[in-house]
């Protein structure tokens, strides 16, 4: 458990545990072991919790403010999360947290919105588009069930670690998430052929 | 998870959302570190800057002070010649009837459960928190109390001490309450007593978070007085060990709770001082068929207020250049980029410079259509390098305003 300095009641988000063991495929499963630099770490792991925020929150100004609100929190923290196996899951739940709650993202945007850079993308894709409001339909364990699987890319096992249940629920989250996921993405695809 | 021919093929769907282009810019991760650091620094400057107005506002307080005549300080107050009544856990027995005319004082010597699980009359809590903080008739329930039960902040009662704080006989009740929450979070000390009806009722604010205190720590009785244990700097990302704490002491006026002893305001924290470094743009000229040298003149200063005993350097370099002769007490580690060299210097009185030489050597190929490298580097002070737990290990943060000059960059390029 992280340990907050001065206010002792500070309650924390708990992280994913330092020695949760995975098998990386890239993206923010992390750059492993002991990262140096918090900077690299950060343009190494921004992008992918980007595209996993995105599609938890389906916007991208709240996707961004939440990542970095995540990043703000973990700098302080720098010199132990470097040694978690996968820092930017512990990044990647807090901000979620941080999306999920309205206060939290209030507070977020306020600290952010001076840092935002004009954006020079494009912004979401169509496609891109399409999948984070379908998935916005969901329930949010089973968003947030997906997301993890398909495109943070964790196993089965570690997602039930991080969340804290049996894999079976894991799988069930999944199994109807994706149902559900299909069908919203078929809608939209049957209002986008009547339109 | 077999999906029908009518299912969007879900697989590919994901692939081509996480295959594409980047979703947004980034602000970067300095943009991530300034505000942690102004979420540290915030309490402590804010509070050292109230701390002049406290002290302006000393006099004052000490004349209205002499006026009311203080309750008697501290220690050996003679015990109260009525009997103290017996603690009972449960309120409902009747207090015993008297024979004198005067009836007994309530007895407002009231334990830490059953206050954690009363209904309490808590004074409104500063502004940046009133939305968040319930205050007037709160019901607590195993010392806690929010607005609702996914508030974010709530309110934890963490102590209870007890004296006879208005002489009357019979003991009150102080606690020491937070509203707390991630990163942000108000302790005060309130008193309660009881009425006739032996319902409880507050005496008043002890003390809150006003002046110089970033933090209440704990609590005391002692007489008729209460002590709070007060620090000058809280919150997350300070560093074990930075704060000040201090025993400030807090006795019933007959209207309200003053200090009555102890130090009135923290001196200037001995941990801040005002460091910055600086440093040119490099050229490395060649020195031979394949290498090109130069060297990285970075000016290290000590602004002040306090000496730095410690400060702590870190460069980091791109790709293939190298420091080939570094200060007696360096670390070198690998970065993704290139190298990072973390070296503690010889500390720096006030109102004094360093000036660390570091020279550079790279291949002279490092240059060949590239382009130019660039220098990274950082001064801090108080890193002990453990980095064992939290806070322990980080440096002590910079006055408010000015850690913008505690970084400083430039080019490496061959010499024209």
Known sequence: ?195 | MPENDNTPNLDHIFTAYTSGGPLAAPAGPAAAQHIARRRRTTRIITAGVLAVALLAATPAVASTWTNQEPPALPADTPTPTTPAPSLSPTPSASPTPSTTPSTPPPNGQIGKTELGNATLELPAWPEYLKEHCPAGRVKFSDGTAQLAPNSELRIKLTEVVHADFDQDGAKETAALINCSGIEMGEARVLAFDRDASDNIVTMGLVTGQTGDIAWIRGIRAKGTAVEAEVVDAAGEGVVEGFAQSQWRTYSWSGKGFVQSGGPSMFPPNPRVTDLSISGDDVQLVPDGTDTASGTLRLTVSNQGPQRATDPYLTVDLPGEITITSLPAKCETSKTLSGTRYRCWLPALAVNADSVVDLPLSAPKSVFDGAQPGRWEAKIVWGYTGTDTGDGKGWPYPEPDGAEDDNSANGNVLPAP
């Open chain 1, 1 to 195: 458990m992280v340990r907050t300095h001065g206010p002792e009641d500070i309650r924390e988000e708990p992280p994913p545990t330092p020695t949760a063991t995975a098998t990386a495929t890239g993206d923010t499963k992390d750059v492993a072991g002991v990262v140096d630099s918090f900077e690299e770490f950060y343009a190494a792991t921004f992008q992918p919790l980007m595209l996993q925020l995105y599609a938890y929150t389906a916007d991208i100004d709240q996707a961004r403010d939440a990542v970095q609100e995540a990043f703000s929190r973990a700098w302080p923290r720098w010199n132990n999360l470097a040694h978690y196996d996968h820092p930017a899951a512990w990044i990647r739940t807090v901000a979620m947290n941080v999306a999920r709650s309205r206060w939290r993202r209030l507070r977020a945007a306020r600290a952010h919105a001076r840092f935002r850079r004009d954006d020079t993308t494009d912004g979401p894709t169509p496609d891109r588009v399409a999948l984070a409001r379908a998935l916005a339909t969901l329930p949010e364990k089973q968003r947030r069930a997906i997301i993890l699987f398909h495109i943070a890319d964790l196993s089965i096992t570690e997602i039930a670690e991080q969340q804290g249940v049996a894999p079976g629920t894991i799988k069930s989250w999944l199994h109807r998430g994706r149902a559900a996921l299909a069908t919203a993405l078929s809608d939209t695809e049957t209002e986008e052929t009547n339109a």
